[in-house]
Structure formats: structure tokens, C-alpha cells
């Protein structure tokens, strides 16, 4: 499976201590050698003021060496800094923790600074030391502390560039402490911003890797936007396979025009995690009392063209699924991918514990796509074509048409092993459209088959029979 992994292609986008899960994740799928996950941890460690972390690292990597002397020179550093970053921004601290002060403080800044000036002598720079002594918290590993001060930081200040980047900050924080519904909405408020503003490029306050903005230069307002979607998009992967609300809310952002055209131009891999999210979402579609939004509810459709449209660019077996089963109507190779696919999602990060949700998923879009060409199914050859033998496809297919809307219309006949599409007679005119759908799927799935069948056979040499 190494060569579907995307952990390489997505660490770039993000700021490295995100990176410490995904490798932690390589080691125990054993995707790569252990031992050179553990480098590149180490490497990325060392760029950090988590120096327990890092010598435990360089231990496993060096058993017979002894520790670096930097590594205690290091720590005392991280230490000191830690004492004096803490008592610069203590006056801050004990004005903000006073109940008299929250209660005075408004929502225009300007008149907040002008209340702290005037009542306890608090001035900007005072302030800014709120920002430092936050982004060194997440430096060392402590994101709830860093969270909390960097929020207090952003309720404060005018500051408009810290703003931001502690607003990157404080979203990376309750990422890495888990706080999935805080997360959302900071990303949501963060999105808002960029989206408002054309955006400016992610100025992390926590992290040590930089945007991957040119030094030295400004860039254009369209490419500072390009930027700050393309890492905003990657850092929603943690909340959108996270939170439980996560995977139709990544359909409704990943759709816009915005951020479609960013994952086009910029990241196509995102289109696995864009596809997985439209599997996942398709059978809940037909369980009685759905609801959802336009874009949900056609997400497969617009997925698909997609995924035709930028193959050139990204493909792995979970989007060629899509496009055998969608596009070709080749259910033999869809079954083929599938195998495969399973076994990328279960290997991948974000999507390893949605494996089995996907299999029922896909199955449940292979049966319907498989019912709306044929009115009678054979069960053996639906169960075959789900990669289930015939007594879990018939439990499985029997569970199927039970909860979701194929009830209405299909029957299973037990003593002849068939399934019976009867559909219920519309009027005339809704006939014909219907006809002519129908028809063009046929229609469709038919050219497919023939364009194979005429494909020439390769030559059998006779001396290798």
C-alpha cells in the first residue's frame, strides 16, 4: 500500500507537529520500515522545544550512543525562555482573569485597549507579549495552554497580521487537543475570513514550517487566496473525518467553486478524501427522513465528473471505482478496484476508521447502479459482484432493500434466488422521461461493453501454450 500513501504529499501543507500523528499512524500500519519513520520524526522533533520527546526518539533511533549535550542545553534554554515569556505576559494575565474586567470589556477593540490603558496601564506591546508567550506553549507541546492564550490574545488585539496567525494558531491547538466541535468552529470562522478578505497567506503562530509563500516577495491577492485554502483544506481534514457532522460538511466546502477549484489547481489528491466523503453519504440519501442540502444529495454525480476530469492529474483505486462503476459501467472492474480501495482506506490517517461504513457503502452503490439497469437480478451475481458469498449477499441484500427507499420497488423472490424490480406505473409524460433515462443508461453501459469486447485480444505464441 505504500505507493497509495499520501502522507508524504500532504506533511508540506501542514504545520509539523500535525505530522507527528500521521508518522505515528505509518508505524503501526508498517506502510514503511519502522526505522525510518522514526527518523523523520526525530528530524521533525528536533525542530521543536519538546526535548523529552526528541531524546526519546533519538534513543530508539541511537540505543548504543549516549545523548547529545545540545539536547540538555536545549531544554535549559526552553526552560528559561518559558520563565521569561510567562512573567512578560503576566500583567496581561491577571488583568484578564479578573470577572470585573470580562464583564467590562465590548466588542470594539479600540475602546477594550483604551479601558485596559486607562484602568490598569496595559498598553499593545503588553498584549503581544500574551501572543508570544502562547505560540511558545505550542512550541513545547502544550496546546490547551496555547489555545487559551492565544484566544485572549485575538480578543484583544488590533493587531490585524497576529490576528490571523493566532487564529491559525489557536484552530491548530484544538485540533491537536481533539476539540472537534471548537475546531469546526474556528475553521468555519477562519474559512469566513479568507474567503471575505481574498485571504492572506497562513502566518502560523504555532508552527515552525512557513506557507509556502516565496520569501522576500508580496504576493497577488488571487495567490495569497490560492495559499491559505490550499493549507486551510488540508488542515480540515483533521475536523471533517473527525466530528460527527464532518463528512457532509466537507461535501458542502469541498463542492464550493472556491475550494473546488483550489483542490483542481493545487491539490488534487484531496479528490480520495472529497470521493470517500461522497460514498460515505450516499446511502443515508435513501433511509426514510434524510435531509440534505442540493449538493449533498447530487454529491456522487458531481464527484464523478471530477474525478474524470482531473484524472490526468490524481488517481488511486478509490476514484477509479467511481469511474468503472460510473462512467465505464463496468461492474467487473469496479469489484476489481473496490478490493484494493478497501484496503487504501483502512490504510489511510484520516479515513482508517471509516473501512467498513465505505465496503457497505460502495456496495450499496454498486446494487443500486446494478438495479437501475436490470428489473431482474439474480442474487448469486449481485453477491459475487459485492465480493460476498451467496449467503452473506442474500443477508446483506435482503438488509438493503428493508432500510433504505428499494423497498418500495423491489421484491425478493427466495425460491428462485432473484430479485424483482417493479417499479410503479407513472404518468405519461414523467414515462417518457423516465424511458429516456433509463434508455441512456443502457444505452451507455451497452457502448461500454462492446468497446471492450472489440478491443483485440493480445496473440497467443505457440510455444508458450
Known amino acids: 500500500m505504500a505507493e497509495y500513501d499520501l502522507t508524504k504529499t500532504i506533511i508540506p501543507y501542514l504545520d509539523r507537529h500535525f505530522a507527528f500523528p500521521l508518522l505515528a499512524h505509518l508505524v503501526e500500519t ?175 503562530a504555532a508552527a515552525s514550517i512557513s506557507a509556502p509563500v516565496p520569501s522576500g516577495t508580496t504576493p497577488e491577492p488571487a495567490l495569497m487566496a490560492l495559499h491559505s485554502r490550499t493549507w486551510l483544506t488540508h488542515w480540515s481534514l483533521f475536523v471533517y473525518f473527525n466530528h460527527p457532522q464532518g463528512r457532509t460538511l466537507l461535501l458542502e466546502t469541498f463542492l464550493a467553486p472556491a475550494y473546488l477549484n483550489t483542490i483542481q489547481s493545487a491539490a488534487p489528491w484531496i479528490l480520495r478524501y472529497l470521493s470517500v466523503a461522497a460514498v460515505l453519504s450516499r446511502k443515508a440519501q435513501s433511509l426514510p427522513g434524510s435531509q440534505q442540502s442540493g449538493k449533498v444529495r447530487h454529491a456522487i454525480k458531481e464527484v464523478v465528473k471530477i474525478v474524470q476530469m482531473e484524472e490526468y492529474q490524481y ?50 452503490l454498486i446494487s443500486e447502479a446494478y438495479c437501475r439497469i436490470h428489473q431482474r437480478i439474480d442474487i448469486g451475481d449481485l453477491s459475487e459482484r459485492l465480493n460476498l458469498s451467496k449467503d452473506e449477499g442474500e443477508k446483506w441484500i435482503v438488509n438493503l432493500i428493508r432500510e433504505t427507499r428499494m423497498g418500495a420497488d423491489a421484491k425478493i423472490d427466495l425460491e428462485k434466488n432473484v430479485i424483482e424490480i417493479n417499479r410503479p406505473p407513472l404518468p405519461i409524460y414523467q414515462t417518457v422521461i423516465e424511458k429516456t433515462r433509463g434508455l441512456s443508461i443502457r444505452t451507455q453501459a451497452l457502448g461500454a461493453a462492446m468497446a471492450r469486447a472489440a478491443q483485440p485480444q493480445p496473440a497467443v505464441v505457440e510455444g508458450a501454450r
Open 30 to 204: 508498517e506502510t514503511f520500515p519502522v526505522e525510518e519513520v522514526q527518523a523523520a520524526q526525530y528530524e521533525l522533533a528536533k525542530g521543536t522545544n519538546m526535548v523529552d520527546y526528541a531524546v526519546n526518539l533519538y534513543e530508539q533511533l541511537q540505543p548504543d550512543k549516549d545523548i547529545p549535550e545540545e539536547f540538555a542545553t536545549k531544554r535549559e534554554n526552553a526552560v528559561s525562555t518559558n520563565e521569561r515569556l510567562q512573567q512578560e505576559a503576566q500583567a496581561v494575565l491577571d488583568v484578564i482573569e479578573n470577572p470585573d474586567v470580562a464583564q467590562a470589556l465590548r466588542q470594539d477593540k479600540n475602546q477594550n485597549l483604551q479601558y485596559l490603558k486607562d484602568n490598569y496601564n496595559l498598553t499593545l506591546e503588553q498584549i503581544t507579549a500574551l501572543y508570544n508567550f502562547g505560540q511558545f506553549q505550542y512550541t513545547y507541546g502544550n496546546y490547551s495552554g496555547a489555545a487559551d492564550y492565544l484566544y485572549h490574545f485575538r480578543v484583544l488585539s488590533t493587531d490585524q497580521d497576529l490576528n490571523t496567525s493566532a487564529h491559525w494558531g489557536k484552530l491548530a491547538s484544538d485540533i491537536l487537543t481533539g476539540k472537534w466541535d471548537v475546531a469546526l468552529e474556528e475553521l468555519n470562522t477562519l474559512r469566513e475570513s479568507i474567503d471575505s478578505r481574498a485571504a492572506t497567506a497562513p502566518l502560523l
Open 315 to 364: 488517481s488511486d483505486p478509490i476514484t477509479r471505482f467511481l469511474k468503472e462503476l460510473y462512467v465505464e459501467f463496468d461492474f467487473e472492474a469496479a469489484q476489481r478496484e473496490l478490493v484494493v480501495a478497501e484496503q487504501v482506506v483502512g490504510n489511510d490517517f484520516f479515513l482508517s476508521e471509516f473501512r467498513e461504513e465505505f465496503l457497505d457503502n460502495a456496495r450499496y
